[in-house]
């Protein structure tokens, strides 16, 4: 089995994980993962219907993913704010070297402490 197999057939049991999945966060995670393995497999298998409806999906899911992880009262631009706001800090210390996920996490959290305040 080539490589290119493997990664349509680990693609084909993200698709499945997903049908086994109750809970829309997990589901729609899942989803991306098997979006991003089908085009991958689709770009290098040169099976471009498969490439096209990934790529496609692929933010369909992701929007998806983050109005679930939405609260009821709030809007989308709301939500995606202290990621945005996060990365943008990130990008500053990419120059440095020294991005980790944990100051990620702590400038997100400080975000969602300074709304919660005001």
């Known amino acids: 089995m080539s490589w290119i ?3 349509g057939y680990t693609a084909c049991a993200s698709v499945f994980a997903t049908f086994c999945m109750s809970e ?3 589901l729609r995670v899942v989803a991306i993962c098997s979006n991003v393995l089908f ?4 770009a290098m298998a040169h099976i471009h219907p498969v490439l096209v409806l990934h790529v496609v999906l692929l933010p369909v899911n992701v929007v998806r993913l983050v109005k679930a992880l939405t609260p009821a009262n709030e809007g989308f631009g709301t939500a ?3 990621f945005v706001i996060a990365l943008r800090a990130t990008k500053r210390q990419a120059g440095k070297g020294n991005i980790r996920w944990r100051d990620v996490k702590a400038r997100v959290g400080a975000w969602r402490r300074r709304r919660e305040v005001s």
């Not at 085009?39 to 689709?42: C, D, E, K, L, S």
């Open 24 to 26: 829309m966060v997990p």
């Open 39 to 42: 085009a991958a497999f689709g």
């Open 80 to 82: 995606i704010t202290p």
């Open 5 to 7: 197999d493997f990664i």
